[in-house]
Nanobody, 128 residues
Framework: EQLVESGGGLVQPGESLRLSCVIS????????VGWFRQVPGKERRAVSC???????????VTADSVEGRFTISRDDATNTVYLDMNFLRREDTAVYYC???????????????????WGRGTQVTVSS
């Protein structure tokens, strides 16, 4: 049972990256998934998340700092969650973590304390 992130690296400002998170070994459905990021000395913060359930449309929450630049998506066929990051800025430098919850968190999917399962993270560095 694990979540494994990949796709991080060193890029220049303005460039793009796609992060992937493969979820494997679980027999439950994760109704909520999210991407969070953390820099040294600061708390882990939400980047973007998706939540489904209850017959309602899927809920999507995106941090203001990445709105219009980052897009989260999921592929149920491959149990993979993606984060497409465009127009990267130096301030996007962080370790990015994938998280999953069996609960339908809806707007609360942006709260890191709501998640039971986490990946180990992938480093994204934006520098010229």
């Amino acid at each position: 049972e694990q979540l494994v992130e990949s796709g991080g690296g060193l890029v220049q400002p303005g460039e793009s990256l796609r992060l992937s998170c493969v979820i494997s070994g679980f027999t439950v459905e994760f109704k909520s998934v999210g991407w969070f990021r953390q820099v040294p000395g600061k708390e882990r913060r939400a980047v973007s998340c998706l939540s489904r359930g209850g017959g309602a449309r899927e809920t999507r929450v995106t941090a203001d700092s990445v709105e219009g630049r980052f897009t989260i998506s999921r592929d149920d066929a491959t149990n993979t969650v993606y984060l497409d990051m465009n127009f990267l800025r130096r301030e996007d430098t962080a370790v990015y973590y994938c998280a999953a919850s069996i609960s339908s968190l809806r707007a609360a999917c942006a709260e890191s304390t709501k998640y039971n399962f986490w990946g180990r993270g992938t480093q994204v560095t934006v520098s010229s």
